[in-house]
């Protein structure tokens, strides 16, 4: 009887050729028997040219004073590709939002959808209602503003990122004020065709917070259109020339002011935006002639109070008469929510399936959806603030085989100070999420690369690696005053791919600290992890 002993390390480093499916069954049982489901072995020297290939970007003249951390793993087997400082932490900026938004999946669920109600209290006598409406918000953070087909629709540049810096950005072509038509419709149909009392939104699902990243902050469980005034800015037809301005949604809820000139042909655009009171701001600047149309974004800090006005408003426009002012209201209070249950529920709108708005969340990288998952993730444990959906976030990703010493969270979109993770943490996800129902819904929300998203524009349409990507990026960048310089703080890219030999791998990269010159911005390093997604697709055999 012949009898033999091999270490987890070793056994990992096997690669049993395709032609031996048994064998590589085999293979894999003992891995995970031996190693844990999530265990990542210690690594085997990358393939020469492999590690010629990748060590001699991430050594470039540009990362003198930067740091580099990578894993690339076989998915199948769990074999180490590559690795560098893989158990460090740095700071991952929105790769963040993989964590987040796997954690909110797998509490909420791909399928699960939300109810948006409209209650009124008080009696309908003869079409006038004698009380109040009460709109309930159920954390549904669309509310039909950017649905088409049953899907959500978005575009590769958010509107969300307009004032950013970080180039032109695009509105979707749908109503963002569908929901609030739609419940304004049903009460018509209800019967209700006066209300002499008050409208009310109940924001109180959870507690009000604020976010991380930039675009608007103000987390809240009632969302419309973002939560911005999303500001279109059109050239006149000569130099001189008034530009024309289209405020979406349209509202009495804003007084807006508006001097936008038009420029020369070869000018740049040159906006600003400036508060001057409560609900109201300036526009000045100028935009070249001929130009595209220019979209900036003028944050809401009162969404319950937005979202109010506008229903208002929508209910005027079904021809429900409303008394109640737009601005605010005045001394009604809300009921206790437990009574809800004895109210009448007069119009009801259903949320797209929740793994629309991840995807909407990780194809654009949307800061305000991401920052609401944990508030959301918390009102699925009873509890009402973002702290405490962290606190499960952590309970959640530990089931998954994250090390959580590896990671540490201050929200969720990748913002804030604390926000740092580990290669080897984010592979760890990525390998517990593969196991799970969730997978498939999570791995299809990704960027793909040169396809959509944040990674449409990384590498040319020839690229060899363009649609075999699906990676979360992540971009942070602080301004270095001192040196008249920014500092990107962190580029990062995490997810899977298929190589050209058909190899699955998981991947996590992050670059932070590197002093960008003049002229240079992070679409540089976001050009260089596609550089890198395409050395492991040709190389990682």
């Known amino acids: 009887m012949l009898s033999f002993c091999i270490t987890i390390d070793a056994l990992h480093l096997i690669r049993l050729p395709k032609e031996y499916p048994v064998l590589r069954l085999l293979h894999l049982l003992a891995v995970l028997l031996l190693g844990g489901l999530n265990a990542i072995p210690t690594s085997a020297a990358a393939p020469a040219k492999l590690a010629r290939e990748i060590d001699a970007i991430l050594d470039g003249p540009d990362y003198k004073h930067a740091s580099w951390g990578l894993l690339v793993v076989d998915a199948e087997t769990g074999d180490v590709v590559y690795e560098r400082n893989a158990e460090q932490l740095f700071a991952p900026a929105s790769v963040t939002k993989l964590f987040s938004c796997a954690a909110a999946l797998v509490a909420i669920g791909p399928d699960s959808k939300t109810e948006t109600s409209v209650y009124q209290r008080g009696a309908v006598v003869n079409g006038t209602l004698r009380g109040d409406l009460i709109l309930v918000a159920s954390g549904d953070l669309t509310l039909g503003g950017r649905s ?9 540049k958010d509107h969300t990122y307009a004032n950013s810096g970080l180039g032109e950005t695009e509105l979707c072509e749908t109503n963002c004020l569908t929901g609030l038509n739609a419940l304004a419709e049903q009460i018509k149909a209800a019967g209700i065709t006066k209300i002499d009392g008050e409208v009310l939104v109940d924001d109180r699902l959870f507690a009000r917070t604020r976010g991380s990243g930039s675009g608007p902050d103000t987390v809240s469980p009632i969302v419309v259109n973002d939560n911005v005034l999303d500001l279109l800015i059109e050239p006149g037809a000569r130099s001189g020339d008034l530009a024309k301005i289209t405020i979406r949604p349209e509202t009495a809820f804003f007084q807006v002011d508006s001097v936008v000139t038009t420029g020369s042909e070869k000018s740049s655009p040159r906006i600003q935006i400036l508060p001057v009171g409560p609900n109201q701001f300036a526009v000045r600047g100028s935009v070249p002639a001929s130009g595209k149309p220019q979209v900036r974004i003028y944050p809401v800090d ?26 605010r209201p005045v001394g009604v209070n809300l009921p206790p929510k437990e009574n809800y249950g004895q109210l009448t529920r007069v119009a009801c709108l259903t949320s797209e399936p929740f793994q629309e708005l991840i995807a909407v969340t990780l194809k654009v990288s949307h800061n305000l959806y991401a920052s609401t998952l944990p508030c959301l993730i918390a009102t699925t444990r009873g509890f009402s603030t973002a702290e405490a959906g962290l606190r499960e976030q952590r309970k959640i990703l530990k089931d998954l085989g994250v090390d959580v010493n590896q990671v540490s969270f201050a929200g969720g979109a990748g913002g804030a100070s604390a926000d740092h ?6 592979v760890q996800l990525l390998q517990g999420m593969a196991k799970r129902p969730e997978w498939e819904a999570y791995k299809n929300a990704l ?11 990384v590498v040319p349409a020839t690229s060899p690696a363009r649609g075999k990507v699906y990676g979360k990026t992540g971009t942070l960048i602080w301004t270095d005053l001192v040196n008249d310089r920014l500092l990107l703080k962190s580029k990062a890219i995490a997810g899977t791919m298929t190589t050209k030999s058909g190899r699955q791998l998981y991947f996590a990269m992050f670059v932070n600290n590197v002093p960008l010159p003049e002229g240079v911005t992070a679409v540089r390093e976001g050009k260089v992890l596609g550089k890198l997604c395409e050395v492991l697709y040709e190389t990682a055999q």
């Open 447 to 457: 960027p793909v690369l040169g396809v959509d998203g944040t990674l449409a524009e």
């Open 302 to 327: 009162e969404p319950a109070l937005f979202a109010r006005a506008l229903f208002i408003e929508a209910l005027r426009r079904q021809g429900v008469t409303a008394t109640a002012a737009v601005l």
């Open 148 to 156: 088409k087909d049953g899907k959500l629709t978005f575009k590769n």
């Open 421 to 426: 993770v580990s290669p080897r943490a984010t």
